[in-house]
Structure formats: C-alpha cells, structure tokens
C-alpha cells in the first residue's frame, strides 16, 4: 500500500475512535448559520443575496475548527516524530494531510450544506451539481492552505487562535471568488462563472505546490 | 557612513518631493489642493508592495542560506512595509472623506491595500509568538513566501470583484488625466520615498543587529 | 522474544555505522553542540553519557534527521544524511521519550499503519506474531491510551524495529520503566546486536549504560568530553568526574 493510502486511512482511523473532527465541524457551521439567520433575518431577494457571503463564512470557520483538531492527533505523544522518520519526503505527509482534512471537511459539508440550503430556502434548481463543483474546489483550497498553516501555528505561543489569523487574509482570494460564483449561481446571469471558477483551480494548483515545496522548512528543527 | 548619506539623500529627496507636489504640480482641476495627497498616497503603496516583494526575496534566501542576516532584512522590510501601507492606507481616508464625504469605501485599490496591511501584521504577528529565532525565522519565512504570492491572486479577485459590484471609486484611473507635471511629481515623490524606504530599512537594520547583540551579551551574563 | 532476524542487515560496504565530524547546532544563543566528533563502527553498542542538557537529545535528533546540523558532516553507513535522508531513514530506527504511536489505535493498527508508512508491507499475521513476541497479545485490541508506561514503549519499540534497523537511536530508553520492563528491553537489545545490528544509546545512568555497551563517550556542554572502551578502567571515573560531580569550566 502507497504511504499516502496509509496516512489517509489512518486519519480516517483516528478519527472513527474520536468522533470529534468532523461532528465539530458540523455543528459550527450549523451554529454560524443559525446565528447569521438571527442576526440579519433577510427575506425574499435580501437572502439571495446574502446567502453566498453566508454560507462560506460558515464553512470557513467550521474549516478551521477542523484543521485545529486535525492537526491535535499528529502533535498528540509526538507522533509527528514517527511520520518524519519515515522514509518518505516531507512533501507526501503534507499531501497526505491534505487530502484527510480535504475528505473529512467534505464529510461536514455533506451536512453543512444541504441544511443551509433548507433553513435559508434556497431556489437552485438543476444548478446543483454547479454548487458542489465549488463547494468542492473551495474546500481542496482550504484544505491545502489550511494544512500549512496550522503546521505553523502550531509552533506559536498562540496555537489554535493564530491559525485564523493567518489563514483568512491568504484564502481572501478563494473566498471572493467561491461567493461570487455561488451568487452567480442563485442569480439568473451567469457571465463570469467561468473566470470565477478558474481563480479559484488556480488559487488551490499555485499553493498546493509552493506548500509542498515549503512544508520541510516548517516541520524540521 | 553609507546609512548617513542615504539618510541625508532621503531628507534632500523628500524636500524635493514636497515642492514637487506643493509648488511644482499643477493644481488638479476637479478635486482641488486634496488631490495633492495622490502623490504621497499612490507612493506610499508602491513602497508598500516593494517592502512585501523585499520579504518574499529575503524569505526564500534564508530558507536556502539559513542564514539569519536574510531573515532579518525580512523581518525590518516587514516593519517598514506596515509604516508605508499605514501612510497608504490613512492618506485614502484623508483624501475620501473630503471629496467623497465618505471615510472609506470597498473598491478595488483600497481593499487590496487593507489586505497587504492585514498580511504584513500577521506575518509580524506570527514572529512575535515563536520563541527560538531559527525557527521563528523559518516559519515567517515560509508565511512570507505563501503571503506574497497571494498579492497577486488577491489582486486579481478584488478587481474582478469589484468590476461586477461597482462602487465608488477614490482614485479614477491611476494615469486618467495625469498631466506631464504631475507624472514628474509623482517620479519625484516616488524616488524619495525609496530612499527612506532605503534608508530606514539601513536604520532598522542596524538597532536590530545591536539589539541581537545586546540579547547575546545578556544571556551569557546570565548563563555564567 | 526475537525482534531480528539471523541474517546481516544489507547496508552498504562502509566500515562505520556513522561517523559524526564537527557537528554544530545552535538554537539562537544557546550552543547546544559545539562541535562533536566520533565514529561508530557496525556492530558496535555505543552509550553516550550525559547530564540533562549535555546536548545528548540533540546529537541524536541530528543523526535521526530529525533536526539539521548547523555545521559539520554526519555519515550513516557511509552516506552524507544531507544527501539521501530518505534512503537513510530506511536505515535507522530512532526512539526518544515520547513514545510516538497514536494513543486512540491500538498496538495492531500503530504496527500495521507505520510498516505501510515505512513502506515494508508486514502482513498481519506478521503483525501480531510480532505483538505476541513483545508480550502485548492480550492488549493488542486496546488503543494505546490506556497502558503503562512500560507497555507503551514496547509499542514504541516495536514500531522502531518494523523496518529492520541496521543503526538503532535510543534516546533515554530505560526514563520511567519498571525492573520488568528494564529486563524486556535489555534482552531485546542483546538480541539486536546478536544480529549484527549498532546500536547508539543515550543515558545517565551509569550501570544500564555500561551493561551491555562496547564503547562509552560522555558528551558535556555540546562537545565529547570522554571516549574509551567500556572494559577501560578509567571509565567509572571519568563517569563521576563529568556527569555525577560536574565540569566548573
């Protein structure tokens, strides 16, 4: 078995004894939901509008509710220590980190998602598949920043809180253009989406690849 | 020395700059005597992007180097970049509230450059809560490297962004209606402000370099 | 309880297990190593004495490729650990205080997912005969959380002997462990070294150290201080001068 399966299936592993990543994550972006609901109470074409802006400030925060706890289990009893003696490049665990906290963010929306859609009565007709393709491509782009900086600020006095502080100023780019091309989506014009979308591929290739480039420098002493 | 003369450079070239702007440039016809802030506003972001472009070159030399001399240049470029984006920023407020009458707006320009501030602090940010300097300097290193690459592509999103929700627009064009005058004063006030850019990071560099010493000299005192 | 097997590790041709020239490693000011040099030949069972904070943990780290020097050369097996740490870390096994295994698996799915990770895909009849062997067969479905320190670094050792080791980092092995638990690992070590397998031990205990080395150093303050043989009559007391009464310099 490639050692990308193993530390994917491992995760998942862990995370099946634990059961709190993923469930934290969906009730934080249901918690944020709520309360945006609360707080701006739109009706009618206000919540078209305010939906997109909504929705991925839930995700992001349930994201980085995820990559926090995700990043615990490999700290926990230095564990990280055992991945870095394997004979494997620093690259690959931080591709296989990607892709974990990529699916098991994916598993949150799963749920996130659709009860958004519900509790806000959001109209999308055959555009379904559009939304998912975003949620989907977004989430990789969170996951892969996420991985990174959350190995950073691991290593800060700060911890948990200095991941948010670094991670929204750098995935500004993805975020405005996941929320244009979701109100594209609700909207009936879709010019643009195309642009949108390609931000967003090329946001998730660019850092994939100077993360995996640069993870060495950040688990080495 | 060589900081003496870039500093006495600098004084003459903001003197320079401040008759450019107040004496030698035309008076803007529909803003007025407020339009003379352009010069320093549009200045002051140039600087500001040159300070992050100083921290993503330095950045990538010391984590191939690891030598601690890049990471320094990195850290004091940082700082100085907040000065400038903090000019940058602030000179967009003066400027809008009187024209526009409103202190800020979301457009393109304006947002890019709150970002670049917000990017500057975290990366300082993040240096001031890792206690072992080689491997604070790595990770700002690498928080440097990812935050500069991410200008570009913020640049490209804000723009896009903002061509599909309009709003009102500070600036105009940065060339719309520049006089051959004024193109002069801005090349004036832009080469002044580089020379403090210069000579400030000199500066910095130098407290920094005694500051380290200082700490070095402390810890063996305390280790005997 | 056998964790080797009979037959010679295949490394290369090199005499020396590692060879460490002028290591260095500063952590801002503090000069952890200050230039450390030694070598190890194959086969041998080195221990390297030291107080806390001697710079034991950190030379070792290094030799692990774990942390990188920041001057001097280290060699495994001959080659440079800057030029292929990937080819060496096949080679070496390395074990510190914490125990690194995942405390929510069980010693069975540790062993399973690390020997996928080091890529020598030990079936799990493999497995469990190698659980069985450390002793741990009734625990082997129990996450790791609840054991013992002592059952916990079996688990420990038995992910740093999955691939095979032909050089064994052990940082402070015996730090926590009850008399049984000090039996299993000496016996466990004695086999390694029957298997022609070196062994690098760091500790500050002078009679589990001496016991069954063949080579001592005492490291103090960042440099080697001492080296003999371990029948060497001077060893005790260069023992007592550098770690137990302390070097003034």
Redesign the interface.
């Given at each position: 078995?490639r050692?990308l399966?193993?530390?994917i299936?491992?995760d998942i592993?862990?995370e099946m004894?634990?059961r709190e990543s993923v469930i934290s994550m969906m009730m934080f972006g249901l918690l944020v939901t709520v309360i945006f609901s609360f707080a701006f109470e739109p009706s009618g074409a206000e919540r078209d509008l305010i939906a997109p802006g909504m929705l991925w400030v839930a995700l992001t925060f349930a994201g980085v509710i995820g990559l926090n706890r995700s990043l615990a289990?490999d700290l926990?009893?230095?564990?990280?220590?055992?991945?870095?003696?394997?004979?494997?490049?620093r690259g690959s665990l931080y591709v296989g980190k990607v892709a974990s906290n990529f699916l098991f963010m994916l598993i949150a929306e799963l749920v996130i998602v659709p009860l958004f859609i519900i509790f806000n009565d959001l109209r999308l007709g055959g555009d379904l598949l559009w939304l998912i393709l975003i949620v989907v491509l977004g989430t990789f782009g969170f996951a892969a920043?996420g991985t990174?900086?959350s190995a950073?600020?691991a290593?800060?006095?700060?911890r948990e809180v200095?991941l948010p502080?670094?991670q929204i100023?750098?995935t500004?780019?993805?975020i405005?253009?996941a929320v244009?091309a979701t109100s594209l989506i609700l909207g009936e014009d879709k010019e643009?989406f195309g642009?949108?979308m390609n931000?967003i591929i090329?946001?998730d290739i660019?850092?994939l690849i100077?993360?995996y480039l640069?993870f060495e420098?950040?688990v080495?002493? | 020395m060589a900081n003496r003369t870039i500093g006495v450079a600098s004084l003459l070239g903001m003197l320079t700059a401040l008759w450019a702007v107040f004496v030698y440039a035309p008076t803007e016809a529909t803003m007025g005597i407020v339009q003379r802030i352009f010069y320093f506003h549009v200045s002051a972001a140039l600087m500001g992007f040159f300070a992050f472009f100083v921290v993503f070159v330095s950045s990538i030399a010391f984590l191939l180097k690891r030598d601690l001399a890049w990471d320094r240049i990195a850290r004091c470029s940082a700082e100085i970049g907040v000065l400038f984006a903090s000019i940058n920023l602030a000179t967009g407020i003066l400027w809008a509230k009187p024209i526009w009458g409103i202190w800020w707006t979301w457009d393109a320009r304006l947002t890019l450059q709150l970002l670049l501030w917000i990017l500057f602090v975290s990366y300082i940010m993040l240096g001031a809560y890792i206690a072992e300097p080689m491997k604070r300097a790595a990770l700002q290193a690498v928080f440097g490297i990812l935050a500069f690459i991410d200008v570009p592509i913020n640049f490209m999103a804000i723009r896009w962004w903002r061509t599909q929700h309009p709003s009102p627009v500070i600036l105009g064009g940065e060339g719309s209606g520049l006089d051959i005058d004024m193109y002069i004063a801005l090349i004036i006030t832009m080469a002044a402000f580089m020379l403090l850019y210069t000579y400030l990071l000199g500066h910095r560099l130098a407290v920094e370099r005694t500051q380290e010493e200082v700490e070095y000299f402390e810890q063996l005192v305390h280790s005997q | 309880m056998e964790l080797s097997r009979d037959s010679e590790p295949a490394v290369g041709p090199a005499a020396y297990a590692m060879e460490a020239e002028g290591i260095t490693k500063s952590y801002g000011h503090l000069r952890a190593l200050r230039g450390v040099s030694f070598q190890v030949p194959k086969g041998e069972f080195v221990t390297l004495f030291g107080k806390n904070g001697a710079g034991k943990t950190t030379f070792l780290k290094i030799a692990a490729t774990l942390a990188r020097p920041s001057g001097g050369r280290l060699r495994i097996h001959g080659v440079d650990i800057q030029d292929e740490p990937e080819r060496i870390r096949r080679q070496i096994g390395f074990l510190s205080h914490s125990t690194s295994v995942y405390r929510d698996l069980t010693p069975l799915e540790n062993l399973r997912f690390f020997s996928r990770l080091y890529g020598v895909g030990h079936t799990d009849e493999h497995i469990n005969a190698l659980i069985e062997r450390i002793g741990l067969g009734r625990r082997k479905n129990d996450p790791v959380r609840a054991f013992s320190r002592g059952l916990h670094q079996r688990v420990g050792l038995a992910r740093v002997m999955l691939h095979d080791p032909a050089l064994l980092l052990l940082d402070e092995p015996y730090t926590g462990l009850d008399a049984s638990a000090v039996e299993i690992l000496n016996r466990m070590l004695d086999e390694v070294v029957a298997g022609g397998r070196t062994v690098i031990l760091t500790t500050h205990d002078l009679e589990l150290g001496l016991r069954a080395s063949t080579k001592i150093h005492i490291i103090d303050r960042g440099k080697i201080v001492y080296s003999a043989a371990r029948s060497d009559p001077g060893v005790r007391e260069a023992y007592a001068r550098h770690i137990r009464v302390g070097a003034t310099k």
């Open positions: 078995m050692p399966a193993a530390l299936l491992k592993a862990v004894r634990r289990i926990d009893n230095d564990c990280l220590q055992g991945l870095l003696l394997a004979p494997v490049s920043v990174i900086l950073i600020s290593n800060t006095r700060m200095m502080m670094l100023p750098l500004l780019p993805m405005i253009a244009a643009g642009s949108w931000l090329g946001f660019i850092f100077v993360s640069v420098y950040v080495e002493e | - | -």
